[in-house]
């Protein structure tokens, strides 16, 4: 048996190779059309309930993801107490987001540039720290407590809306004039490439991954 899970390890570097180049664009062309033109199409539309929950992922993201990130280290301490390894090594993960906002240190959205802005947080743009938290969040309660327990087609719809809900916090950014579309790209790219990441390392997951 080898060391890492190939298929997941893949999955990271071509995650890590895509944030990386994402990184060098913005740091260069902090600011291109294309960009401006998807956030104008994203702010035009009309989403209706689906804003609902965006006032809650402000919090969650920001000013509450140390809570955020504590329970979700709970949740799995009571329910895969065998997981602990990988939920930390996976929400230690948040320190790229550090990171990669003193490489890019890219300037947010301004009202001249966009539709609105309803929310001026005062860090740099990119990336999103609140996409990176939440989506680590909520995939390491899926790797440590859904792999455990779940059938295998709840798992995969419990992946299914995992996906989703980090999809709406992206659009959510975008939505309130945060950051631009690139930033929360990368930002799922950083999450998702992360977790693939620690996952394969099968010193840190299969403790988390036996069923008994």
Known sequence: MTAVRRSPLIIAVLCGAAVAGLTILVKTTPYFPLDDSVLRAIQSLDLGPLTAPFPFFRWAG?????????ATIALVLLFNWRAWLLALAAIA???WYEVLIAVAHRARPTADQVLRITEQPGSTSFPSGHVIFLTIDLAVLM???GHRYLPTWANRTGWTVVGLIALLVAVSRVYVGAHWPLDVVASLLVAFGWVCLVASIRRISD????KN
């Open 62 to 70: 920001g000013p509450g993801g140390t809570y955020m990130a504590a």
């Open 143 to 145: 790797l440590c407590i």
């Open 207 to 210: 403790p988390a991954f036996r």
């Open 93 to 95: 993960g948040g320190v």
